[in-house]
């Protein structure tokens, strides 16, 4: 079968497939970050408002890292197959769309001049980010003009300076990182990026009155590449696609901001549930203590117990009810909105986790677990503590089981391996964080004292926030569960938590 590709798009005809508009408008976005969900959620809704006549625009898509998709997406003349399924009004649904408004992707690493170049396009309004949660944050590093920076901070810091000399507009940033207050992060990292490389009051000033930087909040459940799927998929289109993506049907986009900047988002007004809003801390809680927290606290344990989706885990009896015990009893009680909301919204994260067309893998949520877990799961335990008094089981085993899934060995290629049966599993996470608990292990092994290495990891303040060893408790339960995983099997802890 051919590649997928824009000379066929005028002849393609598939029962079903939706097909993007076939014209090529000029760049008006830039996104750094092609992975999945960005292409799942953020093209979507550029190419759904293109349909509309209401965003007109492509988007040049940025690999900010030296290994990622960026072949692929070339390969394929920027086009891909987005495929969202789940449940309407109780039946089966599946939409299928050739997403048609990503002009290719750019490599930092060996593209930047032309990367340069497209950050300078008249044409370009609007940034759009998904770094992961570790992604915005600010980290010394000198200015090297004409070269790729190391962060993606420094990375735009960059960019915009360059736009700026060019007396090129300011832009809209829209990060979609899941931190709070991700745009005004963004922006604070850039102004001392700025202050560090001395580049001038005019442009502290362009980046303060010209730019624009909202806080945003995204969901909807990715699951990628439909690997057992694929074969078939393809067969019935007709081509072949490396870069199918799945998600669910479900989104929602909060964007808090200066509702004058609605123009350059007009995805709302293409018909997609986009909320305006002066706060979005509310929806923000809800969400990411749920949904993002329901993920991180149950996967990383479920797949050491051998599940591999997040629907059979949901389903499962003993890991379905550490979900909810996790969900109804420990997360509920930490957002503050009115209990109908919360039990409502909860009920509908499960229904959520056990789509069964989703084919949401535990791996691929195990990415970059421990920024996850101290932002999706750290602030419920805490709020838990102090509004009871006590520790919460589920999440402290959480961590525990963070740890555990974090044991491995470094391969000849500097990646990490953990073990599950008599197979492997990529750790996928900041590699020094990873040899550090590694390190904590082979002293472990050596002296036996579980409790020292708790502690060795907990204090690490760049890993959680904040010397976790001063949470009365934390260390020495977390100690406990971590003994009783491989002492008894991940499944008799699980059970003997719940039943405790």
Excluded at 117 to 131: D, H, R, W
Excluded at 138 to 148: D, F, H, V
């Amino acid at each position: 079968m051919e590649r997928l590709n824009r000379a066929m798009l005028e002849s393609l005809q598939v029962p079903g497939l939706e097909i993007g508009p076939r014209r090529e408008y000029p760049v008006k976005a830039m996104q750094f970050g092609e992975g999945n969900f960005l292409r799942a959620f953020i093209d979507w809704m550029i190419d759904k408002s293109n349909e509309a006549g209401k965003f007109n625009g492509m988007v040049q898509l940025i690999q900010p890292l030296p290994q990622g998709t960026a072949d692929l997406i070339n390969r394929q003349d920027g086009l891909y197959t987005l495929i969202l399924r789940g449940m309407e009004n109780g039946k089966a649904a599946e939409y299928k769309r050739v997403i048609t408004c990503v002009k290719g992707c750019l490599k930092t690493s060996d593209e930047w001049e032309k990367v340069v170049e497209c950050a300078c396009l008249p044409t370009l309004e609007v940034v759009f980010s998904n770094t992961t949660e570790a992604g915005i944050e600010y980290k010394p590093e000198p200015y090297t003009p004409g070269q790729t920076q190391t962060t993606f901070p420094a990375k735009v810091t960059s960019l915009l300076f360059e736009r700026f000399q060019a007396g090129r507009k300011g832009i809209l940033f829209v990060p979609c990182e899941l931190i709070d207050r991700n745009g005004g992060k963004l922006r604070e990292c850039i102004l001392h990026y700025a202050d560090d490389w001395k580049l001038g009051d005019a442009f502290v000033s362009y980046v303060e009155n010209e730019c624009a930087f909202v806080n945003t909040l995204v969901d909807r459940i990715v699951a990628g590449y439909p690997r057992a799927e694929a074969a078939d998929y393809c067969a019935k289109l007709g081509y072949e696609d490396d870069l199918l993506d799945c998600g669910e049907i479900f989104h929602l986009f909060v964007v808090e901001g200066d509702e004058t900047l609605r123009a350059k988002l007009p995805f709302a007004e293409a018909g997609l549930n986009l909320v305006w809003t002066r706060d979005q801390a509310p929806y923000r809680s809800r969400k990411v203590r749920f949904l993002n927290g329901g993920h991180t606290s149950s996967v990383l344990a479920a797949y050491l117990a051998g599940f591999d989706f997040v629907d059979r885990m949901t389903s499962d009896p003993l890991f379905g009810r550490y979900l909810r015990t996790a969900l109804f009893e420990e997360v509920f009680p930490t957002v503050q909105l009115p209990d109908d909301e919360k039990r409502a919204f909860a009920e509908s994260i499960i229904d959520r986790f056990l789509n069964p067309f989703a084919n949401h893998q535990l791996i691929s949520i195990s990415l970059n677990s421990i920024s996850k877990w101290q932002v999706r799961v750290l602030p419920s335990l805490l709020d838990y503590l102090k509004i009871k008094g006590s520790l919460p089981k589920v999440l402290t085993f959480s961590l525990a089981a963070l740890l555990a899934f974090y044991r491995g060995t470094e391969t000849a290629d500097g990646k990490w391996e953990g073990k599950r049966g008599k197979g492997s599993y990529p750790i996928s996470d900041d590699p020094e964080k990873i040899r550090f608990i590694n390190e904590c292990y082979a002293k472990l092994d050596a002296d036996g004292d579980t409790s020292a290495f708790i502690r060795s990891i907990l204090a690490r303040t760049d890993f959680w926030g904040q010397d976790l060893t001063a949470v009365p408790g934390l260390a020495d339960a977390v100690s406990d569960d971590l003994i009783a995983i491989p002492r008894k099997g991940i499944i008799p802890a699980v059970r003997q938590l719940l039943e405790a």
